[in-house]
């Protein structure tokens, strides 16, 4: 298994940019979970989708950022305009069943700098 | 309110043995994980508790009470690739993970 996909591996954009993130997850898993990590707040829970329903997005830092999972195998964040305090690295993780109370795998993640 | 608190930093020597403490306060319990964390990478599943007791899992064990809100992750004749973070994470009463902070660990020869 190629084990769960991000792309770009780095993204570097200038403020007011619009910026998208991708995410495949492993095969076959139900669950989608979008994180944000930083020195400063570590890791945050951003979002995450139950069979492609986004079930607890109140990690959402605000209006600029939006999350969809068109389908089991895809799934996007986009944040709209783009700000330098979104610099950081953003993961993607999923799990087998329908609960963050498993393993979750992760992807290499997205380093993004906004200047 | 949920916390997790775990040291932020650790210096051990390559070949001892450390470890790394975690204690919780959040509404219920129903597991707890470790993940390790290379600079630049990905967190990587070591070990899940949810009973009372050691679980060992070859170099590396992992400790949890329930009563004391405590888990400790205990790691045997260090290397010099185990310089990492590790992370905690408790699984509380609604099933939401909650993530500590990170222990940063270095190793030094």
């Known amino acids: 298994d190629a084990g769960v996909i991000q792309s770009p591996r780095h993204e570097v954009t200038e403020m007011g940019q619009e910026v998208t993130l991708r995410c495949k997850p492993i095969?076959?898993?139900?669950?989608l979970f979008w994180y944000r990590q930083t020195m400063m707040r570590g890791l945050e829970l951003l979002i995450y989708?139950?069979?492609?329903?986004?079930?607890?997005d109140s990690g959402m830092p605000e209006d600029r950022f939006s999350a969809k999972m068109p389908n089991a195998s895809f799934s996007t964040l986009k944040i709209q305009p783009s700000e330098p305090r979104d610099s950081a690295v953003y993961f993607c993780?999923?799990?087998?069943?329908?609960?963050?109370?498993?393993?979750?795998?992760f992807g290499p993640g997205t380093r993004l700098l906004v200047l | 309110g949920q916390n997790i608190d775990q040291p932020t930093e650790m210096t051990a020597t390559e070949g001892a043995i450390v470890q790394i403490n975690c204690t919780y306060q959040?509404?219920?319990?129903?597991?707890l994980f470790w993940y390790q964390q290379h600079a630049g990478e990905a967190p990587t599943f070591l070990s899940y508790?949810?009973l009372d007791g050691l679980e060992e899992k070859g170099r590396f064990s992992s400790f949890l009470s329930r009563s004391k809100g405590y888990s400790y992750l205990l790691l045997k004749e260090l290397q010099m690739k185990d310089s990492a973070s590790y992370l905690c994470?408790?699984?509380?009463?609604?099933?939401?993970?909650?993530w500590g902070a990170g222990t940063k660990l270095i190793i030094k020869p």
């Open positions: 993780a999923s799990t087998p069943g329908t609960s963050d109370a498993e393993t979750q795998y």
């Open positions: 095969s076959g898993h139900n669950s």
């Open positions: 989708f139950n069979n492609n329903v986004p079930i607890d």
């Open positions: 959040t509404s219920g319990f129903n597991g």
């Open positions: 508790n949810v």
């Open positions: 994470a408790v699984i509380d009463s609604n099933y939401q993970l909650i």
